[in-house]
């Protein structure tokens, strides 16, 4: 099965092509807020190279979230665009997931998250569950830091792991706090810190496809002005579906 | 095999994305509109009594696969009858733009047709061409909640903008006094209505009126206005809401229409045409036609003024500009990006102030 993944959830954009579970090429490239003029063209290099057209490819699979909200949209509306025309497989897969798939290694526990500025960190906690896709522990969210190494702890504390593994960004600044945990912890690599798109293609081999219309970024995050809205008004958020009507 | 070519229909595939409402379209030699779906996400922001950026960009996405296959299905064609794909690059929210960019340019990358970037004002203006044809060079009108510009079509696709305004645009003036009459956005419908069961008693002022240019400005107008209704809560004063809306509507459109028609004798251009939001309001439609009436039989131009459904954002105008391109060859390529503040050309006259 041929697969074609990318990531535009970060200022590193990232696709690649799969043929099941080997990586054939991944490109990467960091490019600040300019993934929407650069996505389609790394696109078109990566099939060229690989003498394959759009047609050929079986699956799309995208980084769904969290992470920076343009950035996701650029990526989710491309492939639910591809898949929806060229009636193929659509599969997106939680971003944290996909870094934390980057840095797995036995007793060790995975700590993926994206600076989410004041202290506060999109993250989740993953762990290596062998021949399948890394298991979350601690579920995607919007933290503050506090909450998170609460969280961490009270794990630790139940399933002791070897090591803490902190993937992605902005956890450097944070080493005070964690030296607090009492935990052994490390940094990621350079290249653990980074998503790659064969690592989503990889993941993406294990899950089920979902109706393109339906994929949505998993933001994780209302907006202020809704949020807002619910503590002025003590109204429900209500579905997204009410507020957009045909005319 | 050219001539055969030259008679073949052309059909546009158009996105709109560039605000509060998802659109597409399929649109057949510019001027036929084959399907038309617009999602309007209204509702949803008069939660917060205006747009939110960030929200219509999450809204946009919701739709757009679904209205994609809508817009063919309603057409009744199929992707191989489609010529090329057309989409609004600007000016407007850069979040919500890039929902219609990506969309339309992963549609042309899957299926192989060509890709047409529009500027959204010219497409505005151009849905004057899906109700008469243009004759050129014409002149348009072009107000909405993000514009007020006069505009010389010199030819299908070369436009220049020969006066705007300084401050505010005439729409978000109408939605900025709308909020203190507690009108929710977008306030322009219901102010044109009150305005006609009232009468200018409060003459504010029309600001650059004999100015010697085509240039506007309504902030003065929206403070006077403004100010005008605080002096009157300090002092416990009920001010008649449908004669404060009839006064502000006739300082709008005195200035709005006393600039057109000076314009219109300077260039006498074949066609006036009005684009826009604020081109829907009545006392500015019925206002423009009757003084036209009043020109001169050698400068009168013909008159086009969009349909009403036609005047808010929607793909079918953004397919009908998107065909003046295609039959200029102006294409772009799988690097387009959104540019939220892209604009028409200035006239050199504008440029040499």
Known sequence: MKILSISTATNQLSVALNEDQRVITEKNERDERNHSEHL??????????????????????VAIGPGSYTGLRIGVTTVKMFASILHKELVGVSTLQALAAGALSDQDLVIAGIDARNDNYFAGAYLDQQEQAPICVIDDGHYHIDTLLAAIKKYYEDHPVKELVFVGSGFEKQQKLLEQLEIPYRFGTQKQNEIHAGLIGQLALQEKPVDADELLPKYLRRTQAEADWHQKTGKPFGSDRDYVEEV | MINLDSKKDIRILAYESSCDETSTAVVKNGREIESMIVATQIKSHQRFGGVVPEVASRHHLEVITQITRKALEQANVTWNEIDAIAVTYGPGLVGALLIGVSAAKAASMATGIPLIGVDHIMGHIMAAQLTAEIAYPALALQVSGGHTEIVLLKDPTHFEIVGDTRDDAAGEAYDKIGRVLGVNYP??????????????????????????????????????????????????????????????????????????IRALKQYQPKTFIMGGGVAANRGLRDRMEHEITLLPENIKPKVILPDLKLCGDNAAMIGAAAYNLYQDGKFADLTLNADPSLELPYADSMLNE
Not at chain 1, 40 to 54: A, R, S, V, W, Y
Not at chain 2, 208 to 231: R, V
Request: hydrophobic share 40%; glycine share 4%.
């Open chain 1, 40 to 61: 389609d063209p790394l696109f078109q290099e990566i099939l060229t190279e690989n003498k394959l057209t759009l047609k050929e490819i079986d699956r799309f699979a």
């Open chain 2, 187 to 260: 306030a322009g419908k219901t102010i044109d209505e009150w305005a006609h069961r009232g009468n200018d008693t409060f003459h504010f002022p029309r600001a650059m009126m004999e100015d010697d240019d085509y240039d506007f400005s309504f902030s003065g107008l929206k403070s006077a206005f403004i100010n005008t209704c605080h002096h009157a809560d300090q002092i416990h004063q009920e001010l008649n809401k449908y004669d404060l809306a009839a006064s502000f509507q006739a300082a709008v459109v005195d200035v709005l229409a006393h600039k057109t």
